[in-house]
């Protein structure tokens, strides 16, 4: 850790409150208090960074779906369906990031910002299918608009249709391509089109004022800020902090292809509230966040499979520390580097510390975009790999708990992802039952069993934290160790029953967590 790391672990939790809430304001001072001013290009302008690789991995792959953001919503109500179509007009007159396309001049990739048009709602009626393969044909229409690729140069960057599933019963397919769009924005969509909705439909103007900036303002002064002294040093913390990287190996069924090729699943983890509530009440008690929490959790079984005790965890940072960002629509989000060493055995209360500190130490530099630290560190690259970092940890607030519209439904509708940007990539979010969590896994390299074992040693280890957070990492790593013994031993034992006569008693018990009062050895 750097002496900063080590003076913030060491901080009370009142403290690291305070800490946090000047971080906070000190990222919104360090860029200033102008307002980002309106660029001095109409039409063609400068990429930021963060769409400058995504360009440039497109050319490369351009029939690849890996930055598609695909988002489902299930609605239950009657819709105007007319009203619904000018809602997504309005939205798309409102943010330009919307209605840009991507060309070259002069062999420099630029914005080309087109004129508004309306919009023409496509619609696909299901009602006519038997009840019994609806859901399963709307999925798979999810899973094909998810699948189909953007052409950069000519748009349009965002898809829309609507599946008729009955009368008062759709499901609403967004896409849009992650050059002009990150998960906050589908949030400000969503957002957008139930107000627009309700106002069109009672015959009302649109109640939104516009954004005092578009996306390409914020591109070209990012370009203009990024310079100096003060940007030298942020990115001189990272070059410290990034020193000789580590590559995370995870034990894997299958081969590494010698290049990524995206292939993924994703597998889905529900924890209930009670667990919920002992994690927060821990992070309460340490003085971290939620987020933290998991994240420790997340690292300390890395480290249990990988045995590596430097271990790198890539997460998303929304990348909007000013106010006129948080209602716009464009590619904001940075990704930080998260490493924290595991030597020494600590206690997990320990290493929450040392994780607790190294995030916010990265926060402190977080408006360097992870494009100029790739450059910066520069790793061997490895075709077969992602740079700086494989695994993922991501912790979303739910996006679409709050949609509140009067006579309508509204809630997510899940399908199938078939594609993967790291060997894991965890996110999870609270539910109004407890935690949710999705593991996207390169099926290049780990089988759906593998996934499962992963997750099911997850839940154990979240749960003994939470009871025991003075364990030790060895000591939770000789957890799983006999817990998967337990499980070999159940299995053999099924086997030669089924070889004689079955028995019922013969099912795998319940996942028992030792209690507080068990002893465990801290060697």
């Given at each position: 850790?750097?002496?900063?790391?080590?003076?913030?672990g060491n901080?009370?939790?009142e403290?690291?409150?305070?800490?946090?809430?000047?971080l906070?304001e000190k990222?919104k001072?360090?860029t200033?208090?102008?307002?980002?001013?309106?660029?001095?290009q109409?039409?063609?302008?400068?990429?930021?960074?963060?769409?400058?690789?995504?360009?440039?991995?497109?050319q490369?792959?351009?029939d690849?779906?890996?930055?598609?953001?695909?988002?489902a919503?299930e609605?239950k109500?009657?819709?105007?369906?007319?009203?619904l179509?000018q809602?997504?007009?309005e939205i798309?007159?409102?943010?330009?990031?919307l209605?840009t396309?991507?060309?070259?001049?002069?062999d420099?990739?630029?914005?080309?910002i087109g004129g508004?048009?309306?919009?023409?709602l496509?619609i696909?009626?299901?009602?006519?299918?038997p009840?019994?393969e609806?859901?399963?044909?709307?999925?798979?229409l999810?899973?094909?608009?998810a699948?189909?690729?953007?052409?950069?140069?000519r748009?349009p960057l965002?898809r829309v249709?609507?599946?008729?599933?009955?009368?008062?019963?759709?499901?609403?397919?967004f896409?849009?391509?992650?050059?002009?769009?990150?998960?906050?924005?589908?949030?400000?969509?969503?957002?957008e089109?139930?107000?627009l909705l309700?106002?069109?439909?009672?015959?009302?103007q649109s109640p939104?004022a516009?954004p005092?900036?578009?996306?390409a303002?914020?591109?070209?002064w990012q370009r203009?800020?990024?310079?100096?002294?003060?940007?030298e040093?942020?990115?001189?913390?990272?070059?410290?902090?990034?020193t000789?990287l580590?590559t995370?190996?995870?034990?894997?069924?299958?081969?590494?292809?010698?290049?990524?090729?995206f292939?993924?699943?994703t597998?889905?983890?529900r924890?209930?509230d009670?667990l919920?509530n002992?994690?927060?009440?821990?992070s309460?008690?340490?003085g971290?966040?939620l987020f933290?929490?998991?994240l420790?959790a997340f690292?300390?079984?890395?480290?249990?499979y990988?045995?590596?005790?430097?271990?790198v965890v890539?997460?998303d940072?929304?990348?909007r520390s000013?106010?006129?960002?948080e209602g716009?629509?464009?590619?904001?989000?940075?990704q930080?580097?998260?490493?924290?060493n595991?030597?020494g055995n600590?206690a997990?209360r320990?290493f929450?510390?040392?994780v607790r500190?190294?995030?916010?130490?990265?926060?402190?530099?977080?408006?360097?975009?992870?494009?100029?630290?790739?450059?910066?560190?520069?790793?061997?690259?490895?075709?077969?790999?992602t740079?700086l970092?494989?695994?993922?940890?991501?912790?979303?607030?739910?996006?679409?708990?709050?949609?509140e519209?009067?006579g309508l439904?509204v809630g997510?509708f899940?399908f199938v992802?078939?594609?993967?940007k790291?060997?894991l990539?965890?996110?999870?979010?609270?539910?109004?039952q407890?935690?949710?969590g999705?593991?996207?896994?390169?099926?290049?390299?780990?089988?759906?069993?593998?996934?499962?074992r992963?997750?099911?040693?997850f839940e154990v280890?979240?749960?003994s934290?939470a009871?025991?957070?003075?364990?030790?990492?060895?000591?939770?790593k000789?957890?799983?160790?006999e817990?998967d013994?337990?499980?070999?031993?159940?299995?053999?034992e099924?086997?030669?029953?089924?070889r004689?006569?079955p028995?019922?008693?013969?099912?795998?018990?319940?996942?028992?967590?030792?209690?507080s009062d068990?002893?465990?050895s801290n060697?």
């Open positions: 850790m750097s002496d900063i790391s080590q003076r913030i901080l009370s939790p403290k690291l409150a305070l800490l946090s809430k000047l906070a990222s001072a360090q200033g208090n102008q307002v980002i001013p309106r660029r001095t109409e039409n063609h302008c400068p990429l930021s960074f963060a769409q400058e690789r995504l360009w440039f991995t497109t490369v792959e351009p690849n779906p890996v930055y598609n953001i695909p988002i919503l609605i109500g009657a819709i105007n369906v007319a009203a179509e809602s997504f007009s798309i007159r409102r943010h330009e990031a209605r396309t991507f060309t070259m001049i002069e420099q990739p630029v914005q080309v508004a048009r309306p919009f023409s496509a696909c009626d299901l009602s006519e299918l009840e019994s609806r859901r399963a044909e709307a999925t798979r999810a899973t094909e608009a699948q189909r690729c953007f052409d950069l140069a748009g965002l249709r609507l599946l008729r599933m009955a009368e008062h019963h759709y499901v609403i397919l896409s849009t391509h992650h050059i002009v769009c990150d998960e906050w924005s589908m949030g400000v969509l969503i957002q089109m139930i107000t309700k106002f069109f439909s009672e015959g009302k939104l516009d005092a900036i578009q996306y303002d914020f591109s070209e203009e800020w990024l310079q100096g002294e003060e940007f040093q942020h990115l001189s913390y990272w070059k410290k902090q990034l000789d580590p995370l190996v995870l034990p894997a069924e299958y081969p590494r292809p010698p290049v990524q090729t292939r993924g699943a597998k889905l983890l924890l209930d009670e919920r002992e994690v927060k009440a821990l309460l008690e340490e971290t966040t933290m929490t998991l420790a690292k300390v079984l890395l480290y249990c990988s045995g590596q005790r430097d271990i890539g997460t940072i929304a990348n000013r106010r006129e960002m716009l629509i464009g590619f904001f989000a940075n930080l580097v998260l490493r924290t595991l030597s600590p997990f320990e929450l510390n040392r500190a190294i995030t916010l130490d990265a926060y402190a530099h977080q408006d360097v975009p992870f494009e100029k630290v790739v450059r910066a560190v520069n790793p061997k690259r490895d075709p077969g790999r740079p970092f494989q695994a993922k940890f991501v912790f979303q607030n739910a996006a679409f708990s709050n949609l519209v009067p439904s997510g899940e992802n078939t594609t993967a790291f060997d990539l965890f996110t999870m979010g609270e539910a109004d407890g935690l949710v999705s593991l996207e896994y390169s099926s290049e390299l780990f089988s759906n069993n593998t996934i499962d992963m997750l099911r040693h280890l979240l749960r934290i009871k025991r957070p003075d364990m030790t990492l060895d000591a939770l000789e957890l799983l160790r817990i013994e337990r499980d070999r031993a159940i299995k053999s099924e086997y030669e029953q089924t004689s006569k028995r019922r008693d013969a099912r795998p018990k319940p996942i028992e967590i030792p209690s068990l002893s465990w060697k």
